[in-house]
């Protein structure tokens, strides 16, 4: 098990230019989820799968914002018309959900660091 | 509105001092999680408190959770250089779903 992957680690874009996403989680979870980090701040939840089934979505993703998961697998966050706004670090975490307690720990990724210009 | 709320927020320890970092939450849940970063780096599971008067301990770190006060410590023993890092707590809430975490606790480690 090589944990939580995200990929690419890094990506720059020009405003107003679409960007894509991928996360590949612990291969026995069964949730995963997105964060948004901005230098200095905790991570904000964005939003959360379990399997392929999208559960919750934070009210900070916006319209241009689309995350899928579509079998229950990796996932794939995409931010359409970029805004300068949108550069910070996308983090991608997964768990299991149903072994409670410490089974239910979030297990993050090495995240992908945006930079809109 | 769901708040974790910790302090400090910057800590600048010599080595072998001791200190502890707090953690308020708002929400009735029993669970609280730290975690730390590395610049740069994403965030490493450290603790898991599940329950009211849970200590559990690593190395130089101690975590416990007191639920009736929604209040979670961090201390750190006879720290040293290795233990700098931002150190956040995060709860779940009372639906188990989304993580809230504090703002970090930026710890640094002088000789």
């Known amino acids: 098990d090589t944990g939580v992957s995200q990929d690419p680690r890094h990506k720059i874009t020009k405003r107003g230019q679409n960007v894509t996403f991928r996360c590949d989680p612990i291969?026995?979870?069964?949730?995963l989820y997105w964060y948004r980090q901005t230098l200095g701040q905790g991570p904000e939840f964005l939003t959360y799968?379990?399997?392929?089934?999208?559960?919750?979505k934070s009210r900070l993703l916006s319209d241009r914002f689309s995350a899928e998961r579509p079998k229950g697998s990796f996932s794939t966050l995409e931010i359409q018309r970029t805004e300068q706004g949108d550069s910070a670090m996308y983090l991608c975490?997964?768990?299991?959900?149903?072994?409670?307690?410490?089974?239910?720990?979030?297990?993050f990724g090495p995240g992908t660091r945006l930079l809109v210009l | 509105e769901l708040k974790v709320e910790q302090n400090p927020l910057f800590l600048s320890m010599q080595e072998e001092k001791n200190y502890t970092i707090y953690c308020n939450y708002s929400?009735?849940?029993?669970?609280l999680y730290w975690y730390r970063q590395d610049p740069g780096k994403s965030l490493e599971s450290l603790f898991v408190?599940?329950?009211?008067?849970a200590v559990k301990q690593e190395g130089r770190l101690m975590a416990s959770l007191d639920t009736k006060a929604r209040l979670s410590t961090l201390h750190i023993t006879a720290a040293v250089h290795d233990l700098s890092a931002t150190y956040f707590c995060?709860?779940?809430?009372?639906?188990?779903?989304?993580?809230?975490f504090g703002a970090g606790t930026r710890l640094t480690v002088k000789p």
């Open positions: 975490a997964s768990s299991f959900s149903g072994q409670g307690g410490e089974g239910e720990t979030q297990y």
């Open positions: 291969s026995e979870h069964n949730r």
């Open positions: 799968f379990q399997n392929e089934a999208q559960l919750e």
């Open positions: 929400t009735t849940s029993d669970r």
């Open positions: 408190l599940l329950s009211n008067g």
């Open positions: 995060a709860e779940t809430g009372d639906n188990n779903n989304d993580m809230r």
